[in-house]
């Protein structure tokens, strides 16, 4: 699953600030999907049988069938996107203007997250972005996403 | 809908009324305490009903409100509370505080009902989401890490997406802002009374989130709001002229996410739609009999979602619907005849109830010329209701 890319890595600007709003890893139903971004890698939840992908993850005690989590492409596209100026939260006051977006993954789940790697002005609604991964703090790190600019990734 | 709700919900149509309103000045800073100001609010809603808080044996309010319903009770002088109630979801509150206590009276719980809302949040400090500390629970998880927190951002997305798709103008949004506006110049208490807007104002107005701008957010307003609800029977021998509860629905759509909706439907929904269905299936009127429409605007890309969510106009066509004066008094289908939230006051959408009763009472700054139904919406990126108001 997945296929080999570049790195995916993108560096953090220096100390956390101490009022960011980490995820709960202590929750359960998204668990997997915190732990597998540690290692570097996009999660989804699939019904095994239906294929339907769901997005937000069910708990495991699901009653409507049956659930596994599998490795997306990391691919998707910008179904959205506004750039957010000030007043905005402190701990990423240093990020400003901030590129914040909707992404429909190629498995459907439509991701809140933020693009890098990419001035405002180049964001088009439809464009390909890819996955990339920021360390937080030892236990998270947080997937963005950034223009796909190796079409031949694209499979 | 099956038969079986339709039955059920002729049971409340028509059979419960808004008896009272009544409000406090709205403010910056109004210099006290919620928990001070809705006990005044309820008593001038209860004043203008002709009603005591003797006759209250019901409390219905917004969960975002720290205040005790018993404390409220023993401070208003209610006998002996016998049901209370508390509505989540913010600004997707408004309507449904009138459906729990109309389906309250309906079933016999209670007989007279105080729905309120009072809110401080004037003050820059108060904003919800600049106090976000510590671990993001539940679904924040699933958007505050990345930062996504603030409403305008929220909707910004939404907005630019219906921007995208069926090409809606910044105009359309700037539409929205100088008809509310402009209904806010005949409103004594309005917050932007005396400060009437134009479409070049509105453009050149400073970027909060690309591609909406301060003239695209509402106002941060204290404020305290009541009505009071009863039977229509009792009704009768009250007052005021009855305003009939006629429609009135919740919802949240099929996958909600709390404020930021996208995988409601494969069409990214918002929760308006599913509440207009049902509104619609629940109630004897159509679109066309609405006479205006109190849409929740805490932002003004809201409204035109809502004027095609709530089947005013078709999907994509909203932003175009605002032009020609169609949604400024005078015109087709007036909006936010207070000012709403965007000129009169923020107060989560309560006001636009209040603003319902005084058009189907005759009583508007605005009137709408015999106004016999009005639309009432809360917010629809999250969790929402909405009402039909008529008049008897």
């Not at chain 2, 939404?158 to 209904?183: L, P």
Request: hydrophobic share 45%; aromatic share 8%; proline share 6%.
């Amino acid at each position: 699953m997945g296929f080999a890319r570049g790195t995916r890595w993108v560096n953090a600007e220096g100390a956390l600030h101490p009022d960011y709003p980490l995820p709960d890893l202590d929750d359960p139903v998204m668990r997997p999907f915190w732990s597998a971004a540690r290692e570097g890698k996009l999660v989804f939840q699939r019904d095994r049988c239906a294929g339907i992908v769901h997005w937000p993850p069910k708990p495991h005690y699901w009653a409507g069938g049956e659930l596994e989590w599998f490795e997306a492409t990391g691919l998707g596209r910008v179904f959205s996107f506004v750039v957010a100026h000030e007043p905005f939260l402190p701990a990423f006051q240093h990020l400003l203007p901030l590129i914040l977006a909707i992404v429909e993954t190629d498995e459907g789940p439509r991701l809140v997250s933020y693009l890098v790697d990419c001035p405002a002005e180049t964001v088009r609604f439809g464009m390909r972005v890819e996955v990339v991964f920021k360390r937080l703090t030892s236990e998270v790190v947080l997937p963005l996403w950034r223009p796909l600019r190796d079409e031949t990734q694209d499979l | 809908m099956d038969g079986l709700d339709r039955d059920l919900f002729e049971r409340i149509r028509d059979r419960v009324a808004i008896v009272g309103i009544g409000h406090l000045p709205f403010a910056k800073n109004i210099g006290r305490p919620i928990a001070d100001t809705a006990i005044e609010a309820i008593q001038l809603a209860l004043a203008d009903a002709g009603l005591t808080a003797e006759d209250v044996d019901g409390l219905s309010m917004y969960e975002m409100e720290a205040t005790q319903e018993v404390t409220i009770a023993r401070r208003l002088g209610v006998r002996d509370l016998r049901w209370w109630d508390k509505v989540a979801y913010g600004g997707g509150a408004g309507a449904a505080t009138i459906m729990h206590a109309a389906a309250a009276i309906a079933c016999g719980l209670a007989s007279v009902v105080v729905c309120h809302r009072a809110r401080n949040r004037g003050a820059k400090s108060s904003r919800p989401w600049a106090q976000e500390r510590g671990i993001a629970q539940g679904d924040k998880s699933l958007y505050l890490p990345w930062g996504l927190i603030r409403p305008v951002d929220i909707v910004g997305l939404y907005a630019h997406r219906h921007m995208h798709v069926y090409g809606t103008k910044r105009e359309h949004f700037g539409n929205v802002a100088i008809a509310a506006r402009k209904h806010a110049q005949q409103n004594p208490y309005a917050m932007m009374r005396g400060r009437p807007l134009d479409m070049e104002t509105y453009l050149g107005g400073r970027v909060i989130s690309y591609p909406l701008t301060l003239y695209d957010c509402c106002l941060e307003t204290d404020g305290a709001l009541a009505c009071v609800v009863t039977s229509a029977e009792r009704a009768r021998d009250l007052r005021q002229r009855a305003v009939l509860v006629h429609s009135v629905a919740q919802a949240s759509g099929p996958n909600p996410v709390h404020l930021v909706n996208f995988n409601n439907t494969p069409d990214a929904e918002m929760t308006a739609a599913f509440c207009a269905r049902l509104l619609w299936q629940r109630s004897l009127l159509k679109p066309a009999d609405i006479d205006c429409a109190q849409i929740y605007d805490a932002f003004t890309p809201l409204v035109i979602m809502g004027l095609e969510d709530y089947g005013f106009c078709k999907k994509g066509e909203g932003g175009p619907f605002t032009e020609n004066g169609r949604i400024e008094i005078g015109g087709e289908l007036p909006v936010l005849t207070s000012g709403g939230g965007l000129s009169e006051a923020y107060v989560h959408g309560f006001n636009l109830i209040l603003e319902g009763v005084r058009q189907i009472r005759g009583t508007a700054w605005n009137q709408v010329p015999n106004c016999q139904a009005v639309l009432v919406t809360g917010a629809s990126p999250v969790a929402t209701s909405a009402m039909i108001l008529r008049a008897p």
